[in-house]
């Protein structure tokens, strides 16, 4: 009886271990959502432009076709930040498995299971970082009022692509 008390034990201290993992797993879950709904919008704006491409006479295009090239590079940050945080939620509850495997199978996988950490955080720091540099491009070429309607304002957008 006293080794099958130990055992609960343990599971017991392993349970409350995984329940800082499995918040993370919530927050990036959510960080996720953000993520996919502004590349649903990046994705949505590109088709609205690439109709008005169809339509737009050729003193138009140019700024039409830079708005493409920024979107295009927009989609590919948040592609980029959406891949590393899903690898971070890929990891973490391989962090959660391994504790568990640990535990019942009493192997001793501290580093594996530390380093499978630290590669999910930095992952998910990562793809935030990505997420800040598309939220720069976004506001770089971002133009709010009046001037958004004068044939002067139609400002060069090639070097906020360049310059990301």
């Not at 996720?32 to 737009?56: C, F, K, S, W, Y």
């Not at 920024?70 to 945080?85: D, H, N, P, Q």
């Not at 192997?107 to 630290?118: H, K, Q, R, S």
């Not at 720091?125 to 971002?142: D, K, P, S």
């Amino acid at each position: 009886m006293n080794l099958f008390n130990t055992h609960v034990e343990n599971i017991g201290q392993v349970i409350q271990l995984s329940v800082a993992p499995v918040f993370l797993l919530a927050g990036v879950g959510q960080a996720l959502n953000v993520l996919v709904g502004r590349l649903v919008r990046i994705v949505d704006r590109a088709r609205l432009t690439e109709e008005q491409l169809l339509t737009a006479v050729d003193t138009h295009a140019k700024g039409l076709h830079q708005r493409l090239s920024v979107l295009a590079k927009r989609a590919r940050l948040i592609s980029r930040a959406i891949a590393l945080t899903v690898l971070c939620a890929v990891l973490v509850p391989i962090v959660i498995v391994s504790l568990f495997i640990s535990a019942l199978l009493q192997i001793n996988l501290e580093w594996p299971i530390a380093i499978v950490f630290i590669v999910a955080l930095i992952s998910l720091a990562a793809g935030l970082l990505y997420f800040l540099r598309e939220v720069f491009v976004a506001t770089a070429v971002l133009s709010i009022g009046i001037s958004n309607i004068n044939d002067g304002s139609t400002q060069d957008l090639s070097h906020v692509v360049k310059n990301s």
